[in-house]
T-cell receptor
């Protein structure tokens, strides 16, 4: 099956600094990627998405970068705040053209923001 | 909009008993619902996909007789863990899609808050 993994299991940053969370995927046919935030004891919360025909997408304080050549995805959080502390997952869905919507999640990175 | 609820939020049961978890889409009709399992400090693993009115499709390695899924209406899916054992203790999360395809072609999944199952 598809494999989506993360380079760093934990990340600690000072409040106000920028955070970068990385993700690698193995399926070159992956078509669509999503970053989720999961707080303790809660379900995943959508942050930002990107399709494979793009290499960058920006949201409010977040930016997702996609490098298809090396099959790498990153989430950048600007001016990290204590409320950003959570586990972040990348997820991919292969083959939008086939109608498949199954999500495959990476292993997750725990972000801790130090006040 | 697009709110998904789960009930109960947590449950403790004895080994050998069955537990039912409900997943409801509160403000939209969910044509498809997904069930995930998440062990502590691990990622979400897709267990099965269910479409309203039809049998669920289980992922490889997930026992369909162990994890019974029913999607009898467009707003409710249930997961029943039969003859639960301590190794079934986990965080179970459902998601739902409305069937509205986004411009980029993806049918967004809306996640429930999860149910913590502890089997003694």
């Amino acid at each position: 099956g598809e494999s989506v993994g993360l380079h760093l299991p934990t990340l600690s940053v000072q409040e106000g600094d920028n955070s970068i969370i990385n993700c690698a995927y193995s399926n070159s046919a992956s078509d669509y990627f999503i970053w989720y935030k999961q707080e303790s004891g809660k379900g995943p919360q959508f942050i930002i998405d990107i399709r494979s025909n793009m290499d960058k997408r920006q949201g409010q304080r977040v930016t997702v970068l996609l490098n298809k050549t090396v099959k790498h995805l990153s989430l950048q959080i600007a001016a990290t705040q204590p409320g950003d502390s959570a586990v972040y997952f990348c997820a991919e869905t292969p083959g939008l053209e086939t109608g498949a919507n199954n999500l495959f999640f990476g292993t997750g990175t725990r972000l801790t923001v130090i006040p | 909009g697009a709110v998904v609820s789960q009930h109960p939020s947590w449950v403790i049961c004895k080994s050998g008993t069955s537990v039912k978890i409900e997943c409801r889409s509160l403000d939209f009709q969910a044509t498809t619902m997904f069930w995930y399992r998440q062990f502590p400090k691990q990622s979400l693993m897709l267990m099965a996909t269910s479409n309203e009115g039809s049998k669920a499709t289980y992922e490889q390695g997930v026992e369909k007789d162990k994890f019974l899924i029913n999607h009898a209406s467009l707003t409710l899916s249930t997961l029943t863990v039969t003859s639960a054992h301590p190794e079934d203790s986990s965080f179970y999360i459902c998601s739902a899609t409305s069937g509205n395809i986004q411009p980029h072609g993806y049918n967004e999944q809306f996640f429930g808050p999860g149910t913590r199952l502890t089997v003694l």
